[in-house]
């Protein structure tokens, strides 16, 4: 099927926007992993991937690159998206093969890792935070910080993201939120 440039452009970049730029960037890695896959283990990766071939990658990210279960399934997407990229559609990624795999991976996960529960921010819990932040040795305006955060997202105002960064040095201009982005009214 032929269309004209200009709806093929138009189709592309909205099709670019779909995901968020940590996804595009995870799927890209997931990419860079198909050579050094192949480099490491001696099996030839072509597109599309047979049912070999992608056990052969899921080993390795679990043996090499020592991944979760969670990664894997990202990684998978991004094999799928890689077969569109290369112009071919992708074959049973997830066969019921990989889905045990998968599974026992996340199974193999939850029965060595103990887990810290996340806490519901609750009036109770966030009196117990200013009672542990006033006693803390804390300057008073990194109390003040974890202060304004923890009623912010009390308040369930933003996303945890939109709040806090991924790392603590370092900021994505376009999803966390900086003083610009805050209007008096």
Sequence with gaps: ????????????????????LTTWSSYNTAENHIKRCEVETGVKMT???????????VGWLIVSRKVSSASINQYLSGLRVAHLKHGVMP?????????????????????????IPRLA???????????????SELDISRKRLVWAISCMA????????????????????????????????
Excluded: W
């Design 121 to 135: 921010m609750t009036m109770p819990v966030l009196k117990l935070l200013k009672g542990l932040l006033s006693a």
């Design 47 to 57: 597109f599309p991937m047979d049912d070999r071939m992608v056990v052969t990658y």
């Design 154 to 185: 009390f308040h369930g105002s933003f996303r945890i993201h939109e709040l806090l960064s991924r790392e603590a040095l370092t900021y994505h201009a376009k999803t966390t939120l900086l003083g610009c982005d805050i209007r008096k009214s």
């Design 1 to 20: 099927m032929s269309l004209p440039d200009t709806i093929v452009g138009a189709v592309v970049d909205a099709s670019n926007h779909s995901l968020a």
């Design 91 to 115: 074959s049973n990624l997830r066969s019921d093969m990989m889905a045990a795999i998968i599974k026992g991976k996340e199974n193999e996960e939850n029965s060595t890792q103990k887990k």
